[in-house]
């Protein structure tokens, strides 16, 4: 009993220590890397309300541009996942951080809604290529059974721009518009990202991967009978992150025109479903080293599913804030379990370009934009909040039964 108990406590002390020197090495780096790389993209929904006016946009055309980018955004994701594990890391992480600001820049210029279109379309093309190849980076800092945690904590990064990014657009959009607050991000964002390929190259930490790199030997290849699982878990991430951040996307349209509140109010009240997500995703990445992977991404369907469909429910007030930080919570809390899940049951030359089909769906599955919009336009916000809340339910049950009988 005495040498379990110091066997124990030998244990603890190696994967502190190993969460602790990540923390030493490149992790901050990588968190400050996320937060650049998803500020750009995280200004167009609480900007949205002051583009709709500008352009005079129905819910329908509004949706169309929340699907152009996010329709790229997804489609970038697997040849930008193929091309990490060839060409390496440096040169995709440095156009996931500087691209994404320069067409952010190119967007502040967009005279007319095509345009503005095709630049959100460059926005997502040029974004695709961060995720791929930074998460198999960030987790091969430390130990296997410390994933979840690290890669939790490296969401903070985008959740943190994501929280900011209402506030920010709120206060810089009354002042200089929805177009200067665009230009005025763009500009240190594009000087962050030639800092990160410089920092990046210093310790040759994103060489292009070798061949005959040898496996960790906790680490193996996915056997036949395995990837059953293997689909339905990512099928459950794309769907609740798909289904989640689309709804998100029509929250200020929805605070304006259903509860009745300003335009600097609904971008400001956005923050609240990303500071759910500031705890939720390293605790969704703790808990999944602790009790598995399977229980904590289930736990997310069942979590955003009712919490979408209370949306129809809420008042301008405490109810709202309440419901917002819960979907938050629950988009969040899966993230780093996807990537914890795929990272551990693929073989290391393969985990970017599977990562980078699980990101072509979960960033490009809120290109269902128009199909909400549509349903709102012609049917309003109850029976589109409802379909999504139903969609996202019956999904999540379906990957139970498959998950069925497996926690890691």
Known sequence: ????????????????????????????????????????????????????????????????LIMAYNLAYGLSQLPSGWLADRIGARIMLTIGVAGVAIAGLLISLSPTYIILALFLVLLGLVGGGYHPAAAPLVSASVKPENRGRVLGIHQIGGTGSFFLAPLIAAGIASALGWRGTFLTISIPSIALGIVFYMLLGRPGYARKPSKTTSRSPKETSPVPRHWRRLVAFITLGIVSMATVYSTLSFIPLFIIDHLGASEESAAAMLSLAFFGGLWAGPLGGYLSDRIGRVPVILAVGFIAAPAIFM??????????????????????????????????????????????????????????????????????????????????????????????????
């Open 311 to 408: 949306l129809n429910l809420v008042s301008l007030g405490l109810t709202i804030s309440i419901i917002l930080i819960i979907i938050g919570m629950a988009m969040h809390l899966g993230m780093p379990v996807v990537e914890a899940y795929v990272i551990s049951h693929t073989s290391r030359r393969k985990r970017s370009t599977v990562l980078g089909l699980y990101y072509l769906g979960s960033r490009g599955g809120p290109a269902i934009a128009p199909i909400i919009g549509y349903l709102i336009d012609n049917y309003g916000f109850y029976i589109s909040f409802s379909v999504v809340s139903a969609t996202l339910l019956t999904v999540t049950v379906v990957c139970a039964l498959l998950l069925w009988g497996s926690r890691n």
């Open 1 to 64: 009993m005495k040498i379990s108990t110091q066997s124990s406590g030998k244990e603890t002390a190696i994967n502190k220590s190993n969460i602790r020197s990540a923390f030493l090495g490149m992790l901050p780096l990588f968190v400050l890397a996320h937060f650049g790389h998803h500020l750009m993209m995280a200004l167009f929904t609480p900007l949205l309300p002051y583009i709709r006016n500008d352009f005079t946009l129905t819910y329908t055309q509004a949706g169309w």
